[in-house]
């Protein structure tokens, strides 16, 4: 998504952008996801994409940064508004829903 306009210039933020983007999906298939949000978090520093967002957010959410997670993903939402597709809002708006829900729940502790 990030390079769906890439000018070819050598000095364009957004090739090295993509590059980082790119890094980040390998990194997933790898389950780094530490790894992964790195290099998307660097991708989106250096060229901003709201698609980005959705890449961080859910490595937030598999490493278990709620808050995180939650804001990304609130983040890209709102950048995206009607550039994201009907499905996928509402799929990423439920998942936004229930990852704040486990924030305002306490933690199960196992003992009862």
């Known amino acids: 998504m990030l390079g769906s306009s890439r000018s070819g210039r050598a000095d364009d933020p957004r090739d090295a952008a993509f590059g980082h983007y ?29 698609a980005v967002l959705y890449n961080i957010g859910q490595c937030q959410a598999l490493l278990g940064h709620l808050p995180q997670a939650v ?17 996928r809002r509402r799929q990423v708006g439920d998942q936004v829903v229930e990852l704040a829900s486990r924030l305002n729940s306490p933690p199960d502790t196992g003992a009862h």
């Not at 997933?28 to 660097?42: H, I, K, N, S, W």
């Not at 804001?71 to 499905?87: F, I, K, N, T």
């Open 22 to 50: 790119e890094r980040g999906l390998a990194l997933v298939q790898q389950r780094d996801y530490q790894g992964a949000l790195l290099e998307f978090t660097v991708a989106y520093q250096v060229s901003p994409h709201f």
């Open 71 to 87: 804001e990304a993903l609130s983040r890209y939402l709102g950048d995206g508004r009607y550039l994201v597709p009907a499905e």
